[in-house]
């Protein structure tokens, strides 16, 4: 069965900083994975997707990830941190049936 | 495009009584659509897929009799939460496929409903 699980739940970073969240999978099948975002009291926006296509994938916003299958990881960054970033992050794995198995969300803070 | 509503976005209604939540897909046409409910602070959790023109496909644990999903069209998929009770209070959220059915299409969500049964 697939899974991911992201390491922390919450990660603050400063105005202009390095934003690293981190989503590691597991899966039996070559896997396909998406970050999306939600801010307060709304539904979820996709960021990226990760299809087989090239392992490393831009998204909106400035956000990328990069698929490495020897680590089992798609962790998102983005160069320099802006005070609308702030969010929470999921990460999440389709299954066969076309299900979204999410992980456990990654708020992000940014201090000015 | 890939535009899903989700109506009403706060409902408060009194325990006992039931409320329905409506999702519509208003410029493609989701022949499958997903029910999640989220607690503060926590992830997504599936509760049933909807497919049109047939029977929702519950999740394990989710009441099937108490969380009622009708997928009458291709653009409207409802949730009727009934006989509320305020362990229920929480933060509904519908999705869609916008490109037909492929497990590496991502899914498009709707704005959430917050529920607060008193």
């Known amino acids: 069965a697939q899974s991911v699980t992201q390491l922390g739940s919450h990660v603050s970073v400063s105005e202009g900083a390095l934003v690293l969240l981190r989503c590691n999978y597991s899966?039996?099948?070559?896997?396909?994975l998406f970050w999306y975002v939600q801010y307060p009291n709304q539904g979820l926006q996709l960021l990226l997707k990760y299809t087989s296509a090239a392992t490393l994938v831009k998204g909106i916003n400035g956000f990328e990830a990069e698929f490495k299958k020897s680590e089992t990881s798609f962790h998102l960054t983005k160069p320099s941190a802006h005070m609308s970033d702030a969010a929470e992050y999921f990460c999440?794995?389709?299954?066969?049936?076309?299900?979204?198995?999410f992980g456990q969300g990654t708020e992000l803070s940014v201090k000015p | 495009g890939a535009v899903v509503s989700q109506h009403p976005s706060r409902v408060i209604c009194k325990s006992g009584t039931s409320v329905k939540i409506e999702c519509r897909s208003l410029?493609?046409?989701?022949?499958?659509m997903f029910w999640y409910r989220q607690f503060p602070k926590q992830s997504l959790m599936l509760m049933a897929t909807s497919n049109e023109g047939s029977k929702a496909t519950y999740e394990q644990g989710v009441e099937k009799d108490k969380f009622l999903i009708n997928h009458a069209s291709l653009t409207l998929s409802t949730l009727t939460v009934t006989s509320a009770h305020p362990e229920d209070s929480s933060f509904y959220i519908c999705?869609?496929?916008?490109?037909?059915?492929?497990?590496?299409?991502?899914?498009?969500f709707g704005n959430g409903t917050r529920l607060t049964v008193t």
């Open positions: 410029d493609f046409q989701a022949t499958t």
């Open positions: 899966s039996s099948v070559p896997p396909y």
């Open positions: 999440a794995v389709s299954d066969m049936g076309g299900k979204l198995i």
């Open positions: 999705s869609a496929r916008g490109d037909g059915f492929s497990y590496n299409s991502p899914l498009h």
